[in-house]
C-alpha cells in the first residue's frame, strides 16, 4: 500500500548529499526559533534571578568580630544590612546581619557627601585611620581628610553617604562558610512613606513679595576682592589644620640606687662562693656560684632551680664577665672583743665600667654606685606599661602597640635617660630626654 514511498536507497543519500548545507540551515533555524519561543512562554517564577556573584570579596575574621571587605567601592553605613541567602533558595528567602562598624585604614581613598549637599573626595589622613560605629550620626568626631586642596575636616555627624573600601564588621558571629557560599544585596529598603492630608493637599499660589534689595552693597559698589596665589577671590581660604600630635608617653617614675648582683655568700678553703641575689629571689632559694682565682666566668643563659648562674669562661670569650683576681680570710676583731674569720674577694665585673672591686663577707649588699629608673609608657586609649631598666639597658627596645622606644643613653649624674620613638613603619624619631622627678 505504502510502495509508492519507497525510494532507491542511492536515491535518498544523493538527495541528502546535494542538499546538505540547505539541510543544515533549517535545522538551526527552527533550534533558534524553538529556544526563542520557550523562553518567552516561561512564567517570571521560571526566570533565573540569582545575584551577581560576589567570590572576589573577601570575608574574614579579626578580634573585633566577623568583617566583610569589597573590592569596590560600596556607601553602606553602620546600622545598615547585608542580606544574604543559599543559591537554591527561592529570592524571598533572603536572612539581614545588621553592620555594626566600618573600619578605613591610613591613604584609604573616599567620597564623602555632606547633610548641605556638598561633596568632598581624598583619603584618610590619621595615621590610625577611622572606625565609625552605629551612633556615628551623633558623633562629634573629627574625620580628617587630604585631598587635593589641602587637608579637611569633617565631623561624622554631618556625614549624609561615605562611599569607599572600609572593613565592614558584622554584629552577629556567622560562619564563614556559609557567608562565602550565599549570595549577597546590597540595596536596603526604602522606608514607607505615610501620604498624610497635609501632603495630598493642593498647593496654593502666592503673591510674590517685591524685591526690598537686602544686598549689602549698594549700586556700583565693588565687593572686597583678594589675590590668594596668583587667583583673585572674594573670600578668604580657611586656616590650615594641623594635625594633633602624638604626646611622647614616657614618664620616669622613680630613680634609685641599686645593689650588684652578687655578693660573698661563704668560702671553702680558698675557693669563695658568690650568691646571686637575682635568683635567689627568683627561686625562692639561695643560688651560689663557686669561684676560683685567676678565672674567669660568664653568665648561663638560662638556669635552672638547683643551677649555678655562671659558668667558666677563656679569657677570649666575648661574653667573659666576672674575673677572680684575689681571694683571702682574715681574722677581725668584733666589738664584744671576740675574733670573726672574714672572707675578701677581689672581683673585675666587665657590666658595671668600674676598676675591680672588692666584695667581703660582712657586706649584705654590695654598692657600686649603680642606679635603676622606673618608667611607664601610657597613650590615649591605651593599656599602660611599666618597666626597668638600668644603665646596661642602653639601645635596649621596648614595643608598645605598634610605637618602638629605643634607650639611647642613661646618664646617673643628670639623673636621666634619652629615648627615642619611632611609629609604625615612619622613618621619623623623635627623641626625648626625660629625667627623674
Not at 574574614?60 to 568583617?67: L, M, N
Not at 660573698?264 to 658568690?274: D, V
Not at 653568665?299 to 648562674?309: A, F, I, N, T, V
Not at 680570710?329 to 668584733?334: E, K, L, R
Amino acid at each position: 500500500m505504502l510502495n509508492w514511498l519507497m525510494l532507491p536507497k542511492s536515491f535518498s543519500i544523493k538527495m541528502i548529499a546535494k542538499f546538505y548545507d540547505k539541510l543544515l540551515l533549517l535545522v538551526a533555524t527552527l533550534c533558534l526559533v524553538g529556544s526563542i519561543v520557550w523562553n518567552f512562554l516561561q512564567t517570571p517564577d521560571e526566570v533565573s534571578t540569582e545575584s551577581s556573584s560576589y567570590g572576589e570579596d573577601f570575608w574574614g575574621k579579626s578580634s573585633e568580630g566577623v568583617y566583610f571587605e569589597p573590592l569596590i567601592e560600596h556607601s553602606l553605613m553602620p546600622g545598615d544590612f547585608l542580606y544574604y541567602r543559599d543559591p537554591g533558595e527561592s529570592d524571598k528567602n533572603y536572612s539581614k546581619v545588621q553592620i555594626k562598624s566600618m573600619h578605613l585604614k591610613r591613604r584609604s581613598p573616599v567620597q564623602i557627601q555632606l547633610n548641605d549637599g556638598s561633596q568632598l573626595s581624598g583619603k584618610i589622613k590619621a595615621k590610625e585611620g577611622i572606625i565609625l560605629s552605629e551612633n556615628w550620626k551623633n558623633s562629634s568626631q573629627i574625620i580628617l581628610i587630604d585631598s587635593t586642596d589641602g587637608s579637611k575636616t569633617v565631623q561624622q555627624k554631618d556625614i549624609s553617604v561615605f562611599a569607599g573600601k572600609p572593613k565592614y564588621f558584622l554584629a552577629e558571629e556567622i560562619d564563614l562558610r556559609t557567608l562565602r557560599a550565599s549570595d549577597l544585596q546590597f540595596y536596603q529598603p526604602l522606608e514607607k512613606v505615610d501620604l498624610t492630608g497635609e501632603i495630598l493637599k493642593k498647593p496654593l499660589w502666592n503673591e510674590v513679595d517685591t524685591d526690598q534689595n537686602g544686598s549689602i552693597y549698594d549700586l556700583f559698589t565693588p565687593p572686597l576682592i583678594y589675590l590668594i596665589d596668583g587667583e583673585l577671590t572674594t573670600s578668604l581660604p580657611d586656616a590650615p589644620v594641623e594635625e594633633k600630635k602624638e604626646p611622647f608617653g614616657v614618664t620616669a617614675l622613680s630613680f634609685l640606687p641599686r645593689p650588684y648582683r652578687f655578693k660573698l655568700g661563704g668560702w671553702i678553703g680558698e675557693n669563695p662562693f658568690l650568691e646571686d641575689t637575682v635568683l635567689t629571689k627568683k627561686f625562692g632559694m639561695k643560688v651560689r656560684n663557686r669561684l676560683e682565682v685567676n678565672k674567669s666566668y660568664k653568665l648561663l643563659p638560662e638556669p635552672k632551680r638547683g643551677q649555678p648562674s655562671l659558668v667558666e669562661a677563656s679569657e677570649d670569650d666575648p661574653e667573659k664577665l666576672i674575673t677572680l683576681k684575689y681571694f683571702a680570710v682574715q681574722n677581725v676583731q668584733q666589738e664584744n672583743g671576740g675574733i670573726k674569720p672574714v672572707g675578701r674577694a677581689l672581683v673585675e665585673d666587665k657590666s658595671v665600667r668600674v676598676e675591680p672591686f672588692e666584695i667581703n663577707s660582712l657586706m649584705q649588699e654590695v654598692s657600686l654606685g649603680q642606679f635603676s629608673m622606673n618608667l611607664q609608657i601610657e597613650l590615649e586609649e591605651k593599656e599602660k606599661m611599666s618597666f626597668e631598666i638600668t644603665e646596661q639597658d642602653v639601645d635596649r627596645v621596648i614595643d608598645y602597640y605598634g610605637r618602638k622606644y629605643k634607650i639611647i643613653s642613661f646618664d646617673i649624674d643628670r639623673r636621666s635617660v634619652r629615648i627615642s620613638k619611632q611609629i609604625g613603619l615612619s622613618t621619623d624619631l623623635e627623641t626625648v630626654e626625660i629625667f627623674a622627678p
